[in-house]
C-alpha cells in the first residue's frame, strides 16, 4: 500500500508521497486482487482505495529467483562499462566540443562515453577557461573545495599539494579525503612553454581491481574490509579527513543472488593515514601491506597504463571514483584549467540526458 504511485498517493509535480505511510493499518488486506495486461490492481479493505502495480515494476521488486525473467531485467545485468589498459591508446574515446554545446543529445553522447569508458576527450574546444568552464558546466555546477571553484593554475605551490608542483605524481584518485570523494574532475592544458614532459597517466581502476580478484582474491578482500583514515593537512588552517574512515574499495549495495559490484576505487597512498596496527575483523597492518603492496605492484603494470600528452584544445574529463591518473615530472611552466562535479549531479544527468523520464522514474523507484 506504500507504494502506490497513483496521484492520491504521490504529489506527481514534486515525485514526492503524499500518502501518510503510518496512517496504514498494520493489519491491513487486499479486499480485491485484479489481474490486468497493465499490471495487478488492488483493492484495499481498509478504505477501498484502489493500487495498479505495472508488471515492470513488479518484476523490479519481487524476490529474486537468481534467474532473469524479463528483457529490462537482463539488461540491468549486463555490465556497462568497457575496461581497459595500454591498448586504448589506438582509439580513445572522445566527442567534438560543437557537439557538446549544441544541445542536450551532445551531453547524453559525453556523459555516455564518460560512464562506459570512465574517461572522455573533448575535440577542438576553445583555448579558453571560459569556454572550459562554460563546457564543464554542461554536466553540472563546479564542486566548491578548499582548491576553489574552477581552477586555472600554474604550477607554483600556491596550493600546498604536489599537483602545484613540476614533480611526478604516481596513479592516485583525488579528493580521497572527502566523505564524498570528487566524481568527475577535468584537465584543460592551456599552455606549456619553455619546457616539455608531463605526460598524463590514466589507469582503469575498475580493470586493476577485477584483475586483483582474479589474482589474489584475499588481497581483494582485505582492501576491500580494511577502513582506511586519509587526509589533506598540507595548508595551513585546512586539515580535512572523511567523517569515517573508508577502505581503498567500496561497492554498490548488495543485490540478492550476485557479487558485489565495484562502486569506488579510494586510493592515494600519499594522502593516507596510519594503517591500524591491531587486526579489524581479521584485517591487521600485516596482511593490509601485503594487499596494498600487490594492488600497487597491478597498478603499475605496463598493460594498465595509458600515458597521453595533453594538448591545448583537448580537455580531458574523467570519473574520479574509477579512473586513476597521474603524471610524468615535466621542465617549464605549464597553465591548466578544469574542475570538479559531484558524482550524483554526473550521475543524474548521464540518466535524464539519455533515457526518457519515465525510464529514469523507472530505474529508481
Not at 490492481?41 to 505495472?54: A, E, F, R, T
Not at 597521453?308 to 579512473?323: S, T, Y
Request: aromatic share 12%.
Amino acid at each position: 500500500r506504500d507504494n502506490c504511485r497513483c496521484v492520491t498517493c504521490v504529489n506527481q509535480d514534486t515525485m514526492q508521497r503524499a500518502l501518510d505511510t503510518f496512517s496504514i493499518p498494520t493489519d491491513i488486506l487486499p479486499q480485491e486482487v485484479i489481474t490486468l495486461k497493465e499490471g495487478i490492481q488492488v483493492k484495499w479493505s481498509n478504505d477501498g482505495h484502489m493500487s495498479l502495480y505495472p508488471w515492470d515494476w513488479i518484476l523490479r521488486h519481487r524476490k529474486k529467483a537468481g534467474i532473469p525473467i524479463s528483457k529490462e531485467e537482463k539488461q540491468m545485468q549486463v555490465d556497462p562499462y568497457k575496461y581497459w589498459g595500454t591498448e586504448i591508446e589506438s582509439n580513445p574515446p572522445s566527442v567534438h566540443y560543437d557537439e557538446i554545446m549544441a544541445d542536450e543529445k551532445g551531453v547524453g553522447a559525453w556523459t555516455a562515453k564518460i560512464r562506459e569508458y570512465g574517461f572522455c576527450y573533448v575535440d577542438e574546444c576553445p583555448i579558453s577557461p571560459e569556454k572550459t568552464q562554460e563546457l564543464l558546466e554542461r554536466i553540472a555546477f563546479i564542486r566548491q573545495t578548499h582548491y576553489g571553484g574552477f581552477y586555472d593554475f600554474t604550477s607554483d605551490l600556491t596550493m600546498k599539494d604536489t599537483a602545484y608542483t613540476t614533480l611526478a605524481l604516481p596513479a592516485h584518485t583525488d579528493t580521497t579525503y572527502f566523505t564524498d570523494p570528487a566524481g568527475l574532475q577535468m584537465f584543460h592544458l592551456l599552455s606549456h612553454t619553455d619546457g616539455e614532459g608531463g605526460a598524463s597517466l590514466l589507469v582503469d581502476g575498475f580493470n586493476a581491481a577485477r584483475t586483483l580478484l582474479k589474482e589474489s582474491r584475499s588481497a581483494y578482500e582485505i582492501l576491500a574490509k580494511t577502513p582506511i583514515p586519509w587526509h589533506a593537512s598540507g595548508n595551513e588552517g585546512i586539515t580535512i579527513t572523511p567523517a569515517k574512515k573508508f577502505p581503498v574499495f567500496s561497492f554498490q549495495d548488495l543485490q540478492e543472488d550476485r557479487l558485489p559490484k565495484l562502486l569506488q576505487v579510494r586510493w592515494n597512498n600519499d594522502d593516507r593515514g596510519v594503517v591500524g596496527l591491531r587486526e579489524d575483523y581479521g584485517m591487521g597492518a600485516e596482511k593490509w601491506y601485503r594487499a596494498a603492496r600487490k594492488w600497487n605492484e597491478i597498478l603499475k603494470r605496463p598493460a594498465m597504463e595509458y600515458w597521453a600528452q595533453l594538448m591545448p584544445g583537448r580537455p580531458l574529463i574523467f570519473d574520479n571514483w574509477r579512473v586513476l591518473h597521474g603524471r610524468s615530472a615535466f621542465r617549464g611552466k605549464r597553465r591548466m584549467c578544469g574542475g570538479y562535479i559531484n558524482h550524483d549531479d554526473y550521475v543524474s544527468r548521464w540518466r535524464n540526458t539519455n533515457f526518457t523520464r519515465d525510464e529514469v522514474l523507472s530505474q529508481i523507484l
